[in-house]
């Protein structure tokens, strides 16, 4: 049987930790553009922070946060896999000539856009049910925000940029400190409420009882990880393995074997590097 090669086992992990990062909380909100055409208008020169372009619950949004939402999965998905990103994204080609990996039927561009809108979706939600609830920003995520916000400036000056050209040039035409800003101020109070849910939920049972009831779905939730690795051998004219080809392919199978041993994750960086040398 044929074994898939390296790029093939990252794809298939980075698909097993995307499942990972979906949010425990189920919210009913609807996205009324499709993501062909809301990636279109995203490069548009319609009015950036006046038309909207997506609607999440009773919220709307326009283009400039919609391309905020786009940036900020990209950042996500760089932050989770940035030592395979290459495996997966040609540095060399636009986002929109390059299929996604998780759908072939979207380009990366489409993607990230449709994972931009899930992220305002979550965001739109859960800074509403905060309001609804009265949280207020306190003292110390106001100066957290006061902090980023004067590391944006740092950053803007170092580049030769104004703050807001800046911001501009980071998450798309229309994003401005007041803009950015604001985004900021609903993903603190978002984050707040859910995460004094999570801590809610987590006090609702003692140590004991979640051994206890853990030991009783073991088998639901146990699972091994493991990577495996192909290593070709070199044939004869006839296609056969030789003898040498044999020998060498083993040595590197076992030196690949080696680089992981001891190791707690999935091993996939060392595999890859491991094979890059050889």
């Known amino acids: 049987a044929n074994q898939p090669s390296p790029k093939e086992l990252a794809a298939q992990k980075a698909a097993e930790e995307k499942k990972k990062l979906n949010t425990k909380y189920c919210v009913g909100v609807i996205i009324v553009l499709v993501v062909a055409l809301l990636a279109g208008l995203i490069n548009s ?17 326009s283009l400039a946060q919609v391309r905020y939402g786009k940036k900020n999965s990209y950042a996500q998905f760089y932050n989770n896999y940035s030592s395979l990103i290459d495996y997966f994204i040609d540095p060399d080609k636009s986002l929109d000539e390059q299929p996604s990996m998780f759908d072939e039927n979207l380009s990366w ?6 994972e931009g809108l899930k992220y305002l979706q979550q965001l739109a939600a859960f800074s509403d049910l905060a309001a609804a609830e009265g949280y207020t920003l306190t003292e110390e995520d106001k100066q957290t925000i006061d902090d980023n916000m004067a590391m944006y400036d740092t950053y803007a000056s170092l580049y030769g940029y104004s703050t807001d050209g800046y911001l501009t040039a980071q998450f798309g035409e229309g994003n401005s400190v007041k803009s950015v800003r604001k985004m900021m101020e609903m993903s603190m109070l978002a984050s707040a409420y859910s995460q004094d849910k999570q801590d809610a939920i987590t006090a609702s049972y003692s140590d004991a009882q979640l051994s206890d009831w853990y030991s009783e779905h073991a088998d639901e939730y146990n699972t091994v990880s493991y990577l495996t690795a192909m290593v070709s051998a070199e044939t004869d004219e006839d296609g056969n393995p030789t003898e040498a080809g044999m020998k060498a392919a083993k040595e590197t199978a076992e030196s690949v074997k080696a680089a992981c041993s001891g190791t707690t994750d999935s091993s996939s960086g060392a595999v890859l590097a491991k094979l890059g040398e050889d």
């Open 109 to 114: 561009s489409e993607y990230f856009t449709e």
């Open 45 to 61: 020169t319609l009015p950036d922070t006046k038309l909207t372009a997506a609607k999440t619950g009773d919220g709307n949004w």
